[in-house]
T-cell receptor, first 120, second 112 residues
């Protein structure tokens, strides 16, 4: 498809279970972001991948959260031992930002529709 | 610390009226600023981009302004429509390594 694709769109799980959320970015986009949005709240940055560089994990709220990006394309966000406070919409975005120094980041992020996680 | 603050947090206006949303930032060095619109249950979509040299830019009924000296931006919506009901998010690029910093958004509700 032409846009950012996320799956599942909805996930209901029990407290303590592990979940995996998938993001398929726009082809050719080198940058990929994960954000979390709780009900009625703003976007909370989680993690950022840029090309082959080490990811910026500074937004991950705990060591239960991890993410990987295989082959510079698809990304998976994993939440282990889910807690009720993990309930939120998890948004993925990709950007055509170049991986070369001096290539400006115009900040245009293309978002997926999100994965709504509910932890019971 | 690089921050982006938006006001008001929420706003209700009558259909057909105008409104202005504010964004103040402390991000430095500044690269550019974008306004995004997020419909309920959807991902944000970019409305407009403001670079350092631009003071104002229009996109249909949306007009964005930027004052890089005072580090303020505004988004003016003219003749509001019901479909304008959404959250409007200010995003600033800069602060070293071209980081993306999101504001908390303004939730706009347009009522008949």
């Amino acid at each position: 498809g032409a846009g950012v694709s996320q799956s599942p769109s909805n996930k209901v799980t029990e407290k303590g279970k592990d979940v995996e959320l998938r993001c398929d970015p726009i082809s050719g986009h080198t940058a990929l972001y994960w954000y979390r949005q709780s009900l009625g709240q703003g976007l909370e940055f989680l993690i950022y991948f840029q090309g082959n560089s080490a990811p910026d994990k500074s937004g991950l709220p705990s060591d239960r959260f991890s993410a990987e990006r295989t082959g510079g394309s698809v990304s998976t966000l994993t939440i282990q031992r889910t807690q009720q406070e993990d309930s939120a919409v998890y948004l993925c975005a990709s950007s055509p930002r170049g991986g070369l120094a001096g290539v400006p980041n115009t900040g245009e992020l293309f978002f997926g529709e999100g994965s709504r996680l509910t932890v019971l | 610390k690089n921050q982006v603050e938006q006001s008001p947090q929420s706003l209700i206006i009558l259909e057909g009226k105008n409104c202005t949303l504010q964004c103040n930032y402390t991000v430095s060095p500044f690269s550019n600023l974008r306004w995004y619109k997020q419909d309920t249950g959807r991902g944000p979509v970019s409305l407009t981009i403001m670079t350092f040299s631009e003071n104002t830019k229009s996109n249909g009924r949306y007009t964005a302004t930027l004052d890089a000296d005072t580090k303020q931006s505004s988004l003016h919506i003219t003749a509001s429509q019901l479909s304008d009901s959404a959250s409007y998010i200010c995003v600033v690029i800069g602060g070293g390594y071209q980081k993306v910093t999101f504001g908390t958004g303004t939730k706009l509700q347009v009522i008949p």
